[in-house]
């Protein structure tokens, strides 16, 4: 009985100490000073936004000019069919 109480509490030493390495690895990580900062996040930011706004703009003007006129000829012919 005496080896299974020792046993265990050495797993428990075991885990114990692999819970406060990865506490500390945790800690070293959060007070990391290097890394990403806030002006190359605005800039990913912006360039995002900008093409962002060129796909819509590209698509908008895509649907303007060749689809919803296409589309309405093709819906007219449709529904002025004259069975002959």
Same mark, same amino acid.
């Given at each position: 009985?005496?080896?299974?109480?020792?046993?265990?509490?050495?797993?428990?030493?075991?885990?114990?100490?692999?819970?406060?390495?990865?506490?500390?690895?945790?800690?070293?990580?959060?007070?990391?000073? +290097?890394?990403?900062?806030?002006?190359?996040?605005?800039?990913?930011?912006?360039?995002?936004?900008?093409?962002?706004?060129?796909? +819509?703009?590209? +698509?908008?003007?895509?649907?303007?000019?060749?689809?919803?006129?296409? +589309?309405?000829?093709?819906?007219?012919?449709?529904?002025?069919?004259?069975?002959?």
């Amino acid at each position: 009985m005496k080896k299974f109480f020792n046993n265990v509490k050495a797993r428990f030493n075991k885990a114990t100490a692999a819970v406060k390495a990865r506490v500390e690895c945790a800690k070293a990580t959060v007070e990391n000073q +290097l890394g990403e900062g806030y002006i190359d996040t605005a800039v990913k930011i912006i360039i995002g936004v900008v093409i962002g706004g060129v796909l +819509l703009a590209g +698509l908008y003007t895509l649907f303007n000019t060749t689809v919803m006129p296409t +589309l309405s000829s093709k819906i007219t012919e449709m529904f002025t069919y004259s069975g002959t």
